[in-house]
């Protein structure tokens, strides 16, 4: 069936650096592909998305580039602080004609070390 | 602001119980889901709601039921619960259009001792 794998599931980084998470999904038909951060002990917040209609979007410090021809996406966080610390789900459209079914990756536990 | 809330922060059942999570939300959404959260496996979809009495499998369903009487109101029902649901449980809600933002509950904490 349809999948979404994320990679790293762990990543350390030390304050103003930048961090990487990489998600690569099976379903062609996938439109939307949105990016959640879960702090300890909180719900899971949309911090950005992205459309497949576009390749690149950026929110101040975050960006999500899109390749559809590989079928990957990915989330950059430049100038890293303590506070981006927790956990990061990729996310993608699930069957097509489906009800905004979501399917997310396992995670991505950042840590960022002052 | 969207609100989406759970009945139970924490709970703690014995195994063969009946369990009732519940989850309200006020934006008026059509679509709503239930997740199961597991270290390492990420959020999967137990199962989810496209509007009232309407309910389809998700990809994890043994061992659930759900319920939707209201369109606010979506109920996760565990009919006999085993050790091997002891997870968080997370609901969420959107409105009915594909790609689209899903608001997320804080959750609840279910351990079957």
């Known amino acids: 069936g349809e999948n979404v794998e994320q990679h790293p599931s762990t990543l350390s980084v030390q304050e103003g650096d930048s961090a990487v998470i990489k998600c690569t999904y099976s379903?062609?038909?996938?439109?939307?592909f949105p990016w959640y951060k879960q702090e300890l002990g909180k719900r899971p917040q949309l911090i950005i998305d992205?459309?497949?209609?576009?390749g690149e979007k950026k929110d101040q410090r975050i960006a999500v580039t899109l390749n559809k021809t590989a079928k990957h996406f990915s989330l950059h966080i430049t100038e890293t602080q303590p506070e981006d610390s927790a956990v990061y789900f990729c996310?993608?459209?699930?069957?097509?004609?489906?009800?905004?079914?979501?399917?997310f990756g396992a995670g991505t536990r950042l840590a960022v070390h002052p | 602001d969207v609100k989406v809330t759970q009945s139970s922060r924490y709970l703690v059942k014995r195994t063969g119980e009946k369990v009732f999570l519940e989850c309200v939300q006020d934006?008026?959404?059509?679509?709503m889901f239930w997740y199961r959260q597991d270290p390492g496996l990420g959020l999967r979809l137990i199962y989810f709601?496209?509007?009232?009495?309407?309910?389809e499998k998700g990809d994890i369903p043994e061992g659930y039921s759900v319920s939707r009487e209201k369109k606010e109101r979506f109920s996760l029902i565990l009919e006999s619960a085993s050790t091997n649901q002891t997870s968080m449980y997370l609901c969420?809600?959107?409105?009915?259009?594909?790609?689209?933002?899903?608001?997320f509950g804080p959750g609840t904490r279910l351990t079957v001792t």
């Open positions: 969420a809600s959107s409105p009915s259009v594909r790609g689209i933002e899903q608001y």
């Open positions: 379903d062609s038909a996938s439109n939307y």
């Open positions: 992205i459309r497949s209609n576009v």
């Open positions: 996310a993608a459209t699930g069957p097509s004609g489906g009800y905004n079914k979501l399917i």
């Open positions: 934006m008026d959404h059509e679509n």
């Open positions: 709601s496209y509007d009232v009495k309407m309910k």
